[in-house]
T-cell receptor, first 113, second 114 residues
């Protein structure tokens, strides 16, 4: 069974630029999560999708972050414009359904200069 | 909001020995899930073990077991016969059965000494 795929693995941008991350969850997984993990901290949930609908985006900085999962499969997370404090690893995870164990992708390490 | 506390930023254990990682959480709910995740240096998070709060029996997965104390809101992870490959960051996580969010602790970095 293929795992959660994410791309790119690394990204370096300058502040005020835009960036997008892509995630392809495990086939058949209805729930998809985006987390932000700042160095030395635990992951913080940014947004959770159930199929193509948003379940929770209460911690997503909506003035600069956006995410979509149009067909209920893969998802993109965008930051526009980026700030220095957005430097982090962005983790995507999926689960068969809400409440069940999540499977994580390898993450995208973003550095904002 | 629920919080998850891991009070041990770093732990070390001799190879083949046993180590226990601590986790406490704060909640007013009675039904929830608790997880331990492992994050090796490659950074891909891996589920180690899962516990449903309504189950009194402690979960076990091979060398990994938990001590779930619901009244004390404690959820510690015991690793027996530690192996070099166990070296990683370990995160404790909480998920409400009624809400949608997962809450992660700040992690414990485990070093295994040969």
């Amino acid at each position: 069974e293929a795992g959660v795929a994410q791309s790119p693995r690394y990204k370096i941008i300058e502040k005020r630029q835009s960036v997008a991350f892509w995630c392809n969850p495990i086939s058949g997984h209805a729930t998809l999560y985006w987390y932000q993990q700042i160095l030395g901290q635990g992951p913080k949930l940014l947004i959770q999708f159930q199929n193509n609908g948003v379940v929770d985006d209460s911690q997503l900085p909506k003035d600069r972050f956006s995410a979509e999962r149009l067909k209920g499969v893969d998802s993109t997370l965008k930051i526009q414009p980026a700030k220095l404090e957005d430097s982090a690893v962005y983790l995507c995870a999926s689960s068969l359904d809400q409440g069940l164990a999540q499977f994580f992708g390898p993450g995208t390490r973003l550095t904002v200069l | 909001a629920q919080t998850v506390t891991q009070s041990q930023p770093e732990m070390s254990v001799q190879e083949a020995e046993t180590v226990t990682l601590s986790c406490t959480y704060d909640t007013s709910e009675s039904d929830y899930y608790l997880f331990w995740y492992k994050q090796p240096p490659s950074r891909q998070m891996i589920l180690v073990i899962r516990q449903e709060a309504y189950k009194q029996q402690n979960a076990t997965e091979n060398r990994f077991s938990v001590n779930f104390q619901k009244a004390a809101k404690s959820f510690s992870l015991k690793i027996s016969d530690s192996q070099l490959g166990d070296a990683a960051m370990y995160f404790c996580a909480y998920r409400s059965n009624t809400g949608n969010q997962f809450y992660f602790g700040t992690g414990t970095s485990l070093t295994v000494i040969p």
